[in-house]
């Protein structure tokens, strides 16, 4: 028997595509903010589609989900008031929700039907999404954050820089973020493919450098993003300091490592280069 | 006037396909040894393709042959005597002849037509090989390492492991590199798709420990190969060593730094645990 003929494309660029055979179809509804699409692949397991963009598959989102989350938290002592805006899957949460010092992680999505999908469709996504410590709100970002205070770490996990997340991407959110963090606090924001999206990166960094002194860049390798290479970019009020050996030991994890919390930050050239 | 809707799809697997765009199809032919095609694309530039697989593309190009060649390279005081098995584009020769120590780096490509391509097509990767120091083989990569002797390093720069360059990734093939390798010498070989292809991952690596009693991995990312996450096994008989620092400052390059030298080893967990 020949396998079924369908597929997923998504175009990653005008002429860039990705193509995941699909065995079926399980939701495909247009939501008040968004188009999404639910499908079980061959390759990567079941894949959350919003807006024609991969979000995040079964077999892939370990990395994006492991790196936004402990890279940041990792280089505090103790972190206790963590938010995610965006990131209606749930794994950022079940990420963050494995430091114990943690005891309030905020998810802040504001398509409820993201957050539906993950519980019926990503069980092992959204698993966190129901802990004491988690609280879901169901609103805007951008004006949640405005009356946001004292969280210790704040992970911008967004849809591309078009459509609902627009506003994510620009200075004035990054200035919104830095009141409500703590003088030690860290932003970290998904910053897509430094292949693909230079000019992304680079308007980003201006954009938080209004609002702190210290903005660097870390990467991983995301096989179902465009290019497959990506970026996240940390913005703190005072250095960042490197992650405290002992502690990290206690976190299970599939991609990051305390030797990958390093080296995450070491940056081929031409990726360098964009932030000079 | 919309834009050409001619694409370029690679089937990763049987369910992961990659499109690229293309403006025009400037080769298309069926060699003695494969079916090769060159085409210019709109997001990587010039493209070469063989038995269906993308070879190199003009824009990501530098990232698989700086971090092929460089990173063996300076784990040697002053390497002489190179070869490079496959690789007819000639990309691995330039970065390899960019280490003023070489006085001999050897391409040996089992097809001329790929040679040919390159030079007419893709100046800028094959620039160096009508250097004095480059010498040019059109014969079988097999063989000839048989009859090799005294070389630092020797990168296997092949196709997939299907097709004609099957035998290059074999154990004798690897027994036969280490007769042709000084005692410090050392062998590279790229080794696929730590997403992908973990059988393969894990069958070099016996293949290789019946040569050389120290085998690594090392890692960088490429868009146009499958999963754009790609690794390189390192093999020699004694342990390898850091990069010299002194030497490093010498070599123009955009993806490979010194610090990535050592990044690059640092593995995701999941990837560390296919070596053990």
Redesign the interface.
């Known amino acids: 028997m020949k396998?079924r003929q369908t597929?997923f494309?998504e175009y990653q660029?005008?002429?860039?595509?990705?193509?995941?055979?699909i065995d079926d179809i399980l939701a495909s509804e247009t939501t008040e903010f968004q188009d999404m699409l639910v499908a079980q692949?061959?390759?990567f397991g079941r894949l959350l589609v919003l807006d024609g963009a991969v979000q995040t598959t079964d077999k892939?989102e370990f990395?994006y989900h492991e790196m936004i989350t402990h890279v940041p938290l990792f280089m505090l002592d103790a972190p206790k008031k963590v938010a995610v805006i965006g990131g209606g899957d749930g794994g950022a949460i079940r990420e963050i929700l494995k430091h114990p010092t943690v005891d309030e992680a905020h998810l802040v999505e504001i398509d409820q039907k993201v957050v539906d999908a993950a519980r019926k469709f990503f069980p092992a996504i959204s698993v966190a999404l129901d802990d004491p410590k988690a609280h879901v709100h169901y609103t805007d970002g951008i004006e949640w954050v405005r009356n946001a205070r004292d969280f210790d770490v704040i992970v911008v996990d967004s849809t591309d820089p078009v459509g609902p997340a627009e506003g994510l991407f620009q200075a004035d959110f990054y200035q919104s973020i830095a009141r409500a963090l703590t003088d030690q606090g860290i932003l970290v924001a998904q910053s897509e493919?430094p292949?693909?999206h230079q000019d992304l990166i680079r308007s980003m960094k201006e954009g938080m450098k209004t609002a702190f002194p210290y903005v660097t860049l870390y990467?991983?390798?995301?096989?179902t993003y465009p290019?497959?290479?990506w970026s996240f970019m940390m913005a703190s009020k005072q250095p960042v300091k490197p992650a405290d050996r002992a502690r990290t030991a206690s976190i299970a994890?599939?991609?990051?490592?305390p030797?990958?919390q390093?080296?995450a930050f070491?940056?081929?050239?031409?990726v360098?280069e964009l932030l000079q």
């Open positions: 396998k597929w494309t660029t005008d002429s860039l595509s990705l193509g995941l055979r692949t061959e390759t892939d990395v493919s292949f693909l990467v991983a390798a995301i096989p290019s497959g290479f994890t599939r991609y990051w490592t030797a990958i390093e080296a070491v940056l081929p050239r031409f360098g």
